[in-house]
């Protein structure tokens, strides 16, 4: 990907949801901060895949998605292409593989 070429990053509507579901269990056990700290580290990851969208290893599940280890609870799954990087999945580390994208 060129420096010239706009990448755009896409969430899905699973991610999307996953995310609700993590905001949604950070407020029930936690408190404000831990969504602060949640959304933010998001924002990180964001940064670090727009300039190296191949920093991340091939899940050994798809070789399609990438699998990025956020934190030691939380994996975020993406694929890339020519102008776009699409979030297919945020999940929790400690689910079954199964349930990966």
């Not at 599940?61 to 292409?81: D, E, G, P």
């Not at 020519?82 to 079954?96: E, F, G, T």
Request: net charge positive; hydrophobic share 40%.
């Amino acid at each position: 990907m060129g420096k010239d070429q706009l990448v755009r990053i896409n969430y899905t509507n699973r991610s999307i949801s996953d995310a609700e579901a993590i905001k949604n269990y950070l407020l029930y056990k936690f408190t404000q901060r831990e969504v602060d700290k949640f959304f933010h580290l998001l924002e990180i990851f964001e940064s670090v895949i727009l300039t190296f969208p191949e920093l991340y290893p091939k899940s050994s599940i798809n070789k399609k998605v990438h699998r990025a280890v956020l934190s030691k609870q939380l994996s975020v799954f993406y694929t890339t292409s020519k102008y776009k990087i699409s979030i297919v999945a945020i999940l929790d580390n400690r689910i079954s593989t199964s349930k990966w994208p």
